[in-house]
């Protein structure tokens, strides 16, 4: 079993940036694949970036690709996504997954674990 806690979601202005931290707890942490998704009012969750065992593999969605950052520290249970050149699509619920795989993918439906999500909002 992974628990996972999102933070670091807020207002920001449009062209700004945000830190988006996830703690995890549990056991064997650096066996996940880990991932960020986000879901917007009256849409479905959608993959931002996810981040493999070892920190040394990561896919971004085309839409952050160049603008988000994922990265692990597997010493302090810790996932981040840390976001630049914020646009007010980018508003959205983030949620922070988890995967026990070694294989690294943007498919919501392979993760076994999901954080409760924080609030992300841009203003335009």
């Known amino acids: 079993q992974v628990q996972l806690i999102e933070s670091g979601g807020g207002l920001v202005q449009a062209g700004g940036s945000l830190r988006l931290s996830c703690a995890a707890s549990?056991?064997?942490?650096?066996?996940?694949?880990m991932g960020w998704f986000r879901q917007a009012p009256g849409q479905e969750r959608e993959f931002v970036a996810a981040?493999?065992?070892?920190?040394?593999?990561?896919i971004y969605a085309d839409s952050v690709k160049g603008r988000c950052t994922i990265s692990r520290d597997n010493a302090k249970n810790m996932v981040s996504l840390q976001m630049s050149s914020l646009k007010p699509e980018d508003t959205a619920v983030y949620y922070c997954?988890?995967?026990?795989?070694?294989?690294?993918?943007?498919?919501?439906?392979?993760?076994?674990?999901w954080g409760q999500g924080t609030q992300v909002t841009v203003s335009s």
């Open positions: 997954a988890a995967r026990n795989s070694f294989i690294v993918t943007m498919d919501l439906s392979a993760y076994e674990y």
């Open positions: 981040i493999d065992w070892s920190g040394g593999g990561t």
């Open positions: 549990g056991r064997s942490f650096n066996s996940y694949n």
